[in-house]
């Protein structure tokens, strides 16, 4: 509860910041970035959560598989010797391996459905969280254009720009 109650400050935290410079888009921008982020970072935990059952749930099937070959071979040995009594109670045990085999499977099918959905789910929504940061790289590149271009040029100069510059003013103060 504690932990819903961290995210809830947090997320009303940054709406209040976000109504408070309604006029930034970048910041409602890297909030709905940040946000998407989070629910990715949600459904890959779960998807990962729904592998690791899934997992089990295989050993588990396998383990019961090898139960019912074992309770198999048992079986044919009582009856070939002629005791009902052991091979009723057999029976009994084969036929509840078989039911814990067949409630696996089911386990395992919609295990495998919401995998499945999770991981078209989380198709999407990478996608669209790398059209959102295009985005907010676009809007970000712009907003930097805008408000500080000298700074911009500075960082634009590359090296081969300064050699060739260097060697035109030591060229013109030996002419002069």
Do not use: W, Y
Not at 90 to 114: F, N, P, S, T
Not at 115 to 138: F, H, N, P, R, S
Request: with cysteine; glycine share 2%; hydrophobic share 40%.
């Amino acid at each position: 509860m504690a932990l819903v109650n961290r995210l809830t400050r947090l997320f009303q935290a940054d709406f209040h910041a976000v109504l408070d410079r309604i006029e930034e888009p970048d910041l409602q921008l890297k909030q709905a970035v940040r946000e998407m982020q989070f629910a990715l970072e949600q459904d890959r935990q779960r998807q990962k959560l729904l592998q690791h059952e899934a997992n089990r749930l295989e050993r588990d099937r396998d383990a019961t598989a090898a139960t019912l070959a074992t309770l198999d071979e048992e079986l044919d040995i009582c009856l070939a010797a002629n005791k009902d009594g052991l091979a009723r109670d057999l029976v009994r045990r084969k036929l509840a391996a078989a039911r814990r085999a067949d409630a696996i499977e089911r386990q395992l099918d919609g295990i495998g459905e919401q995998i499945a959905t999770l991981e078209k789910q989380i198709d999407e929504q990478a996608e669209q969280l790398a059209g959102m940061q295009q985005k907010l790289e676009l809007l970000v590149a712009d907003d930097a254009r805008e408000h500080g271009p000298s700074a911009d040029f500075a960082d634009a100069i590359r090296n081969e720009e300064i050699e060739i510059a260097l060697l035109r003013e030591k060229q013109r103060r030996t002419q002069s």
